[in-house]
């Protein structure tokens, strides 16, 4: 059964940094290309960043880049989000979730929770 | 990076059909078949209802279809039902980056 869990979500302060986790299972995790995708609350879905199944691409929204840090250890099935210099803005659910086409999101996290505050 | 364009809401009684439109530009929707749908309750992980445009995934009713022309994407929900009230959000490539619409809450009446 495909699973992933994310985790790493607490309450920090403007400026701070954190590292978000996603633990996969139940696939083959250096086939797939994976994201993070957030939602703050009371508003919609932003995709934040993905890095390719051999972590050679990585991208990121513009909101985002210079700030955060996509990575994944494949010998451990994990992804990560270092995520630097935050704001309040960057309050949200974060999700991880496997591509297996382009943009087929076919698998999600149940999402951890991020609050930026003083 | 603005988000592609949805309706705020759309609405129907049992049985009927809706269409949700999701507009972007010729660097993202109208460059690309690559655009999905997603249905998402509150609380819950979202759910991929469309994907490459047109293609449905094992287990979604066919009573969803995906459909672009152009620019704009649709997708359209036929003989709608109470479980389908739910917000639904497209996404489409963009070129080594991804957009997702604004979001759409479906109402069943």
């Known amino acids: 059964e495909v699973q992933m869990v994310e985790s790493g979500g607490v309450v920090v302060q403007p400026g701070g940094s954190l590292r978000l986790s996603c633990a996969a299972s139940?696939?083959?995790?250096?086939?797939?290309?994976m994201h993070w995708v957030r939602q703050a609350p009371g508003k919609g879905l932003e995709w934040v960043s993905y890095?390719?199944?051999?972590?050679?691409?990585?991208y990121y929204a513009d909101s985002v880049k210079g700030r955060f840090t996509i990575s994944r250890d494949n010998n451990k099935n994990s992804l990560y989000l270092q995520m630097n210099s935050l704001r309040t803005e960057d309050t949200a659910f974060y999700y991880c979730?496997?591509?297996?086409?382009?943009?087929?999101?076919?698998?999600w996290g149940p999402g951890t929770l991020v609050t930026v505050s003083s | 990076q603005s988000a592609l364009t949805q309706p705020r809401s759309v609405s129907g009684s049992p049985g009927q059909s809706v269409a949700i439109s999701c507009t972007g530009t010729?660097?993202?929707?109208?460059?690309?078949?690559?655009v999905s749908w997603y249905q998402h309750h509150p609380g819950k992980a979202p759910k991929v209802m469309v994907y490459d445009v047109t293609k449905r995934p094992s287990g979604v009713p066919d009573r969803f279809s995906g459909s672009k022309s152009g620019n704009t994407a649709s997708l359209t929900i036929s003989g709608l039902q109470a479980e389908d009230e739910a917000d639904y959000y497209c996404?489409?490539?963009?070129?080594?980056?991804?957009?997702f619409g604004a979001g759409t809450k479906v109402t069943v009446l």
């Open positions: 010729s660097s993202d929707v109208g460059g690309y078949n690559y």
């Open positions: 890095v390719t199944g051999d972590s050679r691409g990585t």
């Open positions: 139940g696939f083959t995790f250096d086939h797939y290309t």
């Open positions: 996404c489409s490539y963009a070129g080594n980056s991804v957009i």
């Open positions: 979730t496997r591509d297996t086409a382009v943009v087929y999101f076919d698998f």
